[in-house]
């Protein structure tokens, strides 16, 4: 999957703040959302996890979303991934309220297929690539 990632300018600055990851886990969340569903309800479900990240301050180290441009894989149609400096951060983070609202309110209604993805970044060496 491959997609462009949509970066608002107030959070620009979080968006930076990947550029210094090296270690964490990572959080992508692949979905598709029904043909019937508007641009604007998309917008509304995305624009819900960006407000959504503002609340959570340092705990979260990167935000992006974006939607699927991918010509070889049209499973999911949007992602969005958020970089963790800790297993604790995303546990923090998934088991809030307010993200359980996002999920079952703004996504699931709105999609046909969804896939969650937990990683772990944990360099082995001194040389990131």
């Excluded at 886990?25 to 624009?47: C, K, M, N, Q, Y």
């Excluded at 992006?64 to 604790?88: A, L, W």
């Excluded at 079952?104 to 040389?127: A, E, H, N």
Aim: charged content about 25%; hydrophobic content about 40%; some cysteine.
């Amino acid at each position: 999957m491959d997609y462009e990632a949509e970066v608002e300018d107030d959070i620009v600055p979080l968006f930076r703040r990947g550029e210094d990851f090296e270690y964490g886990v990572e959080f992508i969340l692949l979905f598709s959302v029904h043909e019937d569903v508007s641009v604007e309800v998309i917008g509304d479900a995305l624009d819900a996890f960006a407000n959504l990240i503002e609340d959570f301050g340092s705990s979260i180290i990167q935000y992006t979303q974006g939607k699927n441009f991918s010509v070889n894989c049209k499973d999911y149609t949007h992602c969005v991934m958020i970089r963790f400096p800790s297993e604790e951060a995303l546990e923090g983070f998934t088991s809030s309220p307010s993200y359980t609202d996002i999920w079952k309110q703004k996504v699931l209604p709105i999609s046909k297929r969804t896939l969650i993805v937990y990683f772990l970044i944990d360099p082995i060496g001194t040389t990131l690539m």
